[in-house]
């Protein structure tokens, strides 16, 4: 192994690479909370992302050989999960139903403006977005992909990559000025 990973989580990844469920355990425990957030932003709620995450574990945990050591294991990790979420939405896209956002009424939330705006009410404004939507802008927006990349992974037109991270984007701040609307109003 390499310097770009702890001494903990070298040993961690020879014992999985042996079958030892105690080190699978504690590797999916220390990466548990990276993961998640990862998840998180490729889903429309936390029991979908939780799906992912161990659908994704366990191919981490099948194809740890694959692993280059001389490469950062997050980002590795990150990758397999951010595949897996796309395998899902592909396996799943004739199921979403591509309702935009406008339609939905987001939740209200009794928290001030300042506390409104925080990475949970962030993650939950992406989960509202359309399937094709979040995982665009999940794509582009967070995980640094280009269109080129993102119509080839989701097998539409770079065209509509593009229209897709705009009207995601238009839906976010649309969701966020009425978010603020709405709490501007509670205080008057």
Not at 70 to 87: C, H, M, S
Not at 111 to 120: D, G
Request: hydrophobic letters at 40%; glycine letters at 4%.
């Amino acid at each position: 192994m390499s310097d770009t990973v702890s001494k903990e989580v070298e040993i961690l990844l020879r014992g999985c690479l042996k079958g030892d469920r105690e080190a699978q355990r504690k590797l999916y425990k220390h990466f548990y909370g990276y993961a998640m957030s990862v998840s998180l932003r490729y889903t429309k709620d936390a029991e979908e992302a939780k799906d992912i995450l161990n659908d994704s574990f366990l191919k981490v945990f099948t194809k740890l050989h694959q692993y280059d050591p001389q490469k950062p294991l997050k980002g590795w990790i990150r990758r397999i999960i951010i595949n897996t979420a796309l395998d899902s939405y592909r396996h799943n896209l004739k199921h979403y139903n591509l309702m935009d956002i406008e339609a939905a009424v987001p939740e209200a939330d009794a928290f001030n403006v300042l506390q409104q705006i925080n990475f949970e009410y962030m993650v939950s404004l992406v989960q509202a977005l359309s399937p094709a939507y979040r995982a665009v802008f999940s794509l582009y927006a967070i995980d640094g992909y280009t269109h080129e990349e993102i119509a080839d992974m989701l097998g539409i037109a770079v065209g509509t990559s593009k229209s897709n991270l705009a009207k995601a984007r238009a839906n976010l701040r649309a969701a966020l000025k009425e978010s603020r609307i709405d709490e501007y109003k509670q205080h008057v």
